[in-house]
């Protein structure tokens, strides 16, 4: 497959891109390697959060809970919403939160990573930093969470699956389909 690095005409002008999805589908790594496909910056928005709190994200959900964290995350990805293109991964939560999805939809380019639970549990078994999984079984929580989600995350226009392959495929098939875009 050949790959492009040109930045899509229609993308020049609309801003950043931004990864939505599960966790554990590999948002902040396609992001990081679609950033530099496109030859743009590169943003995780949990990493900002924890700049702008100056703890982690587990410490946050631990000591504030989960709508502290959130409301966190909103200020943090409308700061990131500037206009500039550049690509921003977003936890697993952002986009279903009703004012951060409208944000997202009206002033980027949404960009749906999915992929099924036999991954996602893969992926999440590497790192013990989701607080949404302490203490539980993450097949379960991660089933019960794509039942919720995924028909919000379809609401972003491309949907790109991630599979059990390099995530170079994903960069390659989010290349495809901004191309593609209109």
Known sequence: MQRNSKIPDNQTS???????GMMGVGKSTVG?????RLGLHFVDADEE????????????????GEPYFRDG?????ARLMDG??????????AFMQDETRRLILDAAIAVWLDADIDILVERVGRRESRPL???RDPRIVLTELAAIRNP???????HVKSIAAPHEVAVDSIMEQLTAWH
Request: proline letters at 6%.
């Open 73 to 77: 995350e909103r200020r943090v990805i």
């Open 84 to 93: 500039a293109p550049k690509v921003i991964a977003t936890g697993g939560g």
């Open 133 to 135: 999984l302490k203490d």
């Open 152 to 158: 919000i995350y379809a609401l972003a226009p491309i």
């Open 32 to 36: 990081r390697r679609l950033a530099a």
């Open 14 to 20: 609309r801003g950043p891109i931004v990864l939505v």
């Open 49 to 64: 959060i924890e700049k702008a709190a100056g703890m982690s994200v587990t410490e946050i959900f631990q000591r504030y």
